[in-house]
Structures are given as structure tokens and as C-alpha cells.
């Protein structure tokens, strides 16, 4: 089995921006900024055979190249079981349009629909019981962030292996946006 999700990269000059935002929550385990993403679809634990059927429905998604600016900070989970720091994403239409392309996609190739809405997100930092004032310190102190707009022109395929140290993630195959078929 493999562990597979899609995502969006982040450009160098929006990476080390965000890199800029780590720091000041005591016991956050920050992202590598190598490691920095948007998730499209999380796939999950699938056999290598339907990987490759993964693989062809990707390489089959049409939708254009567009921008997408990046927007704010925030947390899922509150108070103590806040679990994940996070920039946001400005609301944006041909992001929404290439999820649903994508979700469809992979539908059409049998995985099952995914439940849950499309919050699109970075995930900067995962936290474990943290002090709560210093969250609300990072998400006040950093609430006016903004960086973009970045150019998006392809999605990635990652696989995802889990170690002690935190995942690792490994881009299989990146999709260009804006082919003709
Ligand atoms: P995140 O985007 O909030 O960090 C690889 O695990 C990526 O898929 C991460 O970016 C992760 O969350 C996202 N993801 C979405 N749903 C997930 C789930 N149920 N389990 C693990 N990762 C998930």
C-alpha cells in the first residue's frame, strides 16, 4: 500500500515567507519549508496497482493556469486541542474549479468521495496541547499576513511516508495546467 495525496507546490519566494512565519508557540513542530504545500485531495493508503490508475486520471485533468495569493493565519482545533497552525488562501474560483476537477477525477477512477468541504490551507505548524495564549499571540501577531499572488501551473502527486520524525513527503509526478489534449 501506498500513501498518496495531490497538492499544490509553493513557489521559493512564497516558501521562505512563510519559513519567516515559524516560530514563538512553544512545542509546535514546524514544517520543513521544503515540505511546504496545499493539499488538494488527501488519497490515503491505496494498493500500488491503483496508483497507477491515480497516475492516468491526473494526467488527464484539464483546467487552465492561474494565481493564488495566500492570506491570513489560523488554527483548526481550539484551546487546547488546537492541532494545526495554518496560512490561508484567498477565496478563488479556479482553485475551487481545479479541486472539483481533480475530486471528480479520481471518483471516475473508483476512489471513494471525499466527506469533507475544501478548506484550502498551508499547514505551517501541528501542535500538541499547546499554551493557549501563545496561540492567540501567533494568530494575533501574524493575522495580517499576505503573500502572492504566485503562479500555479501544475498539481503533484505526492507519496507520503510516515516515520517517528514526522512524515516525509516524495513528489512522484507533477501535471502541468493549461495543456491542450
Ligand atoms: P494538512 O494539509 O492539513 O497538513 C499529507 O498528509 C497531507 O494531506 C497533509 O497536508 C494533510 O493535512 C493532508 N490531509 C488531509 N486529510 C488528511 C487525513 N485524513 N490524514 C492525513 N493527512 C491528511
Redesign the pocket.
Known amino acids: 500500500m501506498i ?1 498518496l ?1 495531490v ?1 499544490l507546490d509553493v513557489t521559493e519566494e512564497i516558501r521562505q515567507r512563510l519559513a519567516g512565519l515559524s516560530g514563538g508557540v512553544p512545542g509546535a513542530r514546524w514544517m520543513d519549508p521544503a515540505s511546504l ?3 488538494l485531495r ?1 488519497i ?1 493508503e491505496v494498493p500500488e496497482d491503483q496508483a497507477f490508475d491515480i497516475d492516468e486520471a491526473l494526467a488527464g485533468v484539464r483546467a487552465p493556469p492561474f494565481a493564488l495569493t495566500l492570506d491570513g493565519v489560523g488554527v ?1 482545533g481550539s484551546g487546547r486541542r488546537a492541532r ?1 497552525l ?1 496560512a490561508g488562501v484567498e477565496r478563488n474560483e479556479a482553485l475551487n474549479h481545479l479541486q472539483a476537477k481533480v475530486e471528480s477525477a479520481l471518483v471516475r477512477c473508483g476512489l471513494p468521495a471525499e466527506e ?1 468541504k475544501f478548506s484550502p ?3 505551517l505548524a501541528r501542535l500538541k496541547d499547546p499554551p493557549q495564549d501563545r496561540v492567540a499571540r501567533f494568530l494575533g501577531e501574524r493575522g495580517l499576513f499576505r503573500a502572492g499572488p504566485m503562479a500555479v501551473d501544475h498539481l503533484t502527486l ?1 507519496r ?1 511516508h510516515l516515520g517517528n520524525g514526522g ?1 516525509v ?1 516524495e513528489a512522484l509526478r507533477a501535471y502541468p495546467l493549461g495543456r491542450e489534449p
Open positions: 500513501r495525496f497538492a504545500h496545499l493539499t488527501f490515503g483548526f494545526v495554518w469533507r490551507h498551508v499547514t505526492y507520503s512524515s513527503y
